[in-house]
């Protein structure tokens, strides 16, 4: 079974600065998705970032941008120029490839706070 | 009007009641989901629809029985609850087809079993 470790259960920055988040993965599989979402104090969950694992161009996003290393098994998300809005609980997830999005994998999540 | 709309937006209920989680998708998707959010713990699935069949149950307990009548409307009825069940229940749609596609979220139930 796949499994998703964020180490970060919170962090903190300040507006304008750049953040990493970090997130590895384990799995047997080589072809795959991974997925950042954020989830703001409104609760509702919204897609920030998508990486095909085949693919080895990290994806990016506005001031969303992701580091990717396979062999590491490592994905983790860099937010640039940071918002006050940016402020949620972001989760790192993973999706086997041919499945269907029922076998999507989450982290356990990590709070940002952007102070002002 | 949001893609997907969850009521009620809050919820306590004794451990005696019977209560009901509506999930209502406006995107025209094929699949539908009830993910359970615990504090500190990743998100949990428990149900998946897909063409309105149940495709995947997670091992919830039946005092969680998961209703789908069409392919927008989600219903997670509750009865006999435990505190243990206190949780943010959050619904998502997809439209599957194989390749990674995302999920689009409601904005939860946060029920409190008391």
């Known amino acids: 079974a796949q499994t998703v470790t964020q180490s970060q259960p919170e962090m903190s920055v300040q507006e304008a600065e750049t953040v990493t988040l970090s997130c590895t993965y384990d799995?047997?599989?080589?072809?795959?998705?991974l997925f950042w979402y954020k989830q703001p104090p409104s609760r509702q969950m919204i897609l920030v970032i998508r990486?095909?694992?085949?693919?080895?161009q990290n994806a990016t996003e506005n001031r969303f941008s992701v580091n990717f290393q396979k062999a590491a098994k490592s994905f983790s998300l860099k937010i640039s120029d940071s918002q006050l809005g940016d402020t949620a609980m972001y989760f790192c997830?993973?999706?086997?490839?041919?499945?269907?999005?029922?076998?999507?994998?989450f982290g356990k999540g990590t709070l940002l706070t952007v102070n002002p | 009007e949001t893609g997907v709309t969850q009521t009620p937006r809050h919820l306590v209920m004794g451990m005696t009641n019977k209560k009901s989680l509506k999930c209502e998708q406006h995107?025209?998707?094929?699949?539908m989901y009830w993910y359970k959010q615990s504090a500190k713990k990743p998100l949990e699935l428990m149900f998946v629809?897909?063409?309105?069949?149940?495709?995947e149950n997670n091992s919830v307990p039946s005092r969680f029985s998961p209703e789908c009548p069409n392919s927008s409307h989600l219903f997670l009825h509750l009865h006999t609850l435990q505190p243990e069940d206190s949780a943010l229940y959050l619904c998502?749609?997809?439209?599957?087809?194989?390749?990674?596609?995302?999920?689009?979220f409601g904005s939860g139930t946060q029920l409190s079993v008391l």
């Open positions: 995107l025209g998707h094929n699949a």
């Open positions: 799995t047997s599989e080589s072809n795959y998705y």
């Open positions: 990486q095909e694992a085949y693919k080895q």
């Open positions: 998502a749609s997809s439209q599957v087809s194989g390749v990674g596609e995302k999920l689009f």
């Open positions: 997830a993973f999706l086997n490839s041919g499945g269907s999005n029922y076998k999507l994998t």
């Open positions: 629809y897909s063409l309105e069949e149940r495709v």
